[in-house]
């Protein structure tokens, strides 16, 4: 069955558009790690806000970091599916805390943290694609 130059434009165009989603989603997780190191008082202030804060105050201190680190590795294309893997509960566990959160400055967030989640969720389906460093080391490989 022949492809039309229609069908390879669509799919280069969706190919180039969750390009795009991929790098807005690390610049996002990427950014919102060093948010929560510049403003500590932030996320514990999440955290805070409930009853069992003091089980969690451990990922307090880790979480801007998988952020960053997460956020790094989705832009670059490296591991995706591992790190939404990782960055998934940490989403959720967001807007769980948020959703219980008396205070009404957080709906903001939450509308963020949602966001973030169905992009997660985005990626995780559709993968890395081809503009990513994993199918530019599978390519090197096949050259070699």
Request: proline share 1%.
């Amino acid at each position: 069955m022949a492809t039309t130059k229609h069908e390879k434009s669509v799919e280069r165009s969706n190919r180039l558009l969750l390009f795009v989603l991929r790098v807005i989603l690390g610049i996002i997780l990427f950014a919102k790690g060093i948010s929560f190191i510049r403003d500590k008082a932030l996320l514990e202030n999440i955290i805070s806000n409930t009853v069992i804060q003091e089980k969690y105050s451990l990922l307090g201190l880790i979480i801007p970091y998988i952020h960053i680190a997460g956020g790094f590795f989705i832009i670059i294309g490296l591991y995706i599916r591992l790190t939404i893997l990782i960055q998934l509960p940490i989403i959720i566990g967001a807007i769980v805390l948020l959703f219980k959160s008396e205070a009404t400055i957080h709906q903001g967030e939450i509308i963020i943290a949602a966001v973030i989640l169905i992009m997660l969720v985005v990626q995780l389906v559709f993968g890395d694609g081809l503009y990513s460093w994993r199918n530019l080391l599978n390519k090197e490989k096949n050259i070699t």
